[in-house]
């Protein structure tokens, strides 16, 4: 079976990481945390995955021309997705992130060059379908939804307002309550306790994760968005892609890191 070709239309950022032992409360400093950088953003990080996966993958994103390009670029060139990224006069998008012992995390995104991406970047001819998020600007989201040459795909995340149709939408209980009622097969993360799908508003499918030791949860539903639709776009039934998901979701939250923590095909595989 041919690998499945997959356009992401979404952000890149550099991730700033401190671990520490738990998260501060408001107006407290905790100290003694490690730092790391991580190449991150949803969009990046789907893609990724998704290679990781199997899929044949190229990214439409954006980022400026300062040093951190660089770091926010190597896991997608690491994973070998094809480069039509695009550089801005504007900084390169970074995320803070605060990471517990429990692997609970706080994240602040500054968006930078991901908001310089316009409808007019976008040439989708060259895929089986187009994966979006929402952080870059709603209107080449909507862009992206009619470029797509055959399927499109959204995780609607962060929450916001209102988003384009698609063959598939992956939420949380926080961003489904953003978009309101949606027609068609709609995807309902619930953390730990795994995913629920429903088509027009009824469960069709339900699956939980494998039992894991929870570090990071930072990539975890991003693994879990890219395995879904690759699960989908391999001919896989919606049950086993569900499973799937669910296991990669599990296996990226007991790892350290965005990209770092993205599991492959394989891994899959064995866990489930």
Do not use: H
Request: with cysteine.
């Amino acid at each position: 079976m041919a690998a499945p070709r997959l356009t992401v239309v979404g952000s890149i950022n550099l991730d700033l990481v401190a671990r520490a032992e738990r998260l501060p409360r408001p107006g407290e400093t905790v100290s003694g945390a490690r730092f790391s950088r991580v190449p991150g953003g949803k969009g990046a990080n789907q893609a990724v995955a998704a290679a990781r996966l199997g899929a044949e993958v190229s990214l439409v994103g954006c980022v400026g021309r300062d040093e951190l390009a660089a770091d926010a670029l190597a896991g997608l060139r690491e994973a070998r997705v094809e480069e039509r990224w695009l550089v801005k006069d504007a900084p390169t998008g970074i995320a803070l992130i605060t990471v517990d012992a429990a692997g609970e995390t706080t994240i602040v995104v500054a968006p930078g060059a991901n908001a310089e991406l316009r409808p007019e970047d976008l040439v989708l001819d060259r895929a089986d379908a187009v994966l979006c998020q929402q952080e870059i600007p709603a209107e080449t989201v909507a862009r992206a939804a009619e470029l797509a040459p055959r399927f499109f795909f959204l995780n609607a995340a962060p929450a916001r307002d209102g988003a384009p149709e698609a063959e598939l939408t992956i939420v949380n209980r926080l961003e489904l309550e953003a978009l309101g009622e949606r027609p068609g097969l709609v995807c309902l993360t619930l953390g730990a306790k795994g995913a629920v799908l429903l088509e027009d508003g009824q469960e069709v499918a339900r699956a939980q994760p494998p039992a894991v030791d929870a570090v990071d949860g930072t990539g975890a539903g991003d693994a879990f968005t890219a395995c879904l639709v690759v699960s989908l776009l391999e001919g896989r039934s919606r049950e086993e892609g569900l499973r799937r998901a669910c296991a990669a979701g599990a296996l990226a939250a007991s790892r350290f890191g965005a990209q770092t923590s993205l599991p492959t095909a394989e891994e899959v595989d064995v866990l489930l």
